[in-house]
């Protein structure tokens, strides 16, 4: 099947950087959108920015100019680099894709990483 590996969470100060990684890896045919969510405690999940096969970009206004996803089609792998982290930044923060797997082909299924928690100190 397809997994999804998640890097690059941690403890910053307010206003700093961090990068995330997530790299699928199985019997990939084709990955459509890739994505990241977060979920906050005592929130629900939210989308944060999705881009598509064609570098197509969506970002939640919360994020928007601070944060940019991106995508190495070779690598089957999106990014999230996030600038000016605020405190509100404060989550566990998913990747998303939606692939195409030699035994799903045509079809494509949904997929979501472990998780890896971003933690924003004022």
């Known amino acids: 099947q397809v997994q999804l590996v998640e890097t690059g969470g941690g403890l910053v100060q307010a206003g700093g950087s961090l990068r995330l990684s997530c790299a699928a890896a199985?019997?990939?045919?084709?990955?459509?959108?890739m994505g990241w969510h977060r979920q906050a405690p005592g929130k629900q999940r939210e989308l944060v920015a999705t881009i598509t096969t064609g570098g197509s970009t969506n970002y939640a206004d919360s994020v928007k100019g601070r944060f940019t996803i991106s995508r190495d089609n070779a690598k089957n792998t999106v990014y999230l680099q996030m600038n000016s982290l605020k405190s509100e930044d404060t989550a566990v923060y998913y990747c998303?894709?939606?692939?195409?797997?030699?035994?799903?082909?045509?079809?494509?299924?949904?997929?979501w990483g472990q998780g890896t928690q971003v933690t924003v100190s004022s």
């Open positions: 998303n894709v939606d692939v195409a797997s030699r035994s799903s082909w045509p079809s494509y299924r949904g997929y």
């Open positions: 199985g019997s990939i045919v084709e990955i459509r959108f």
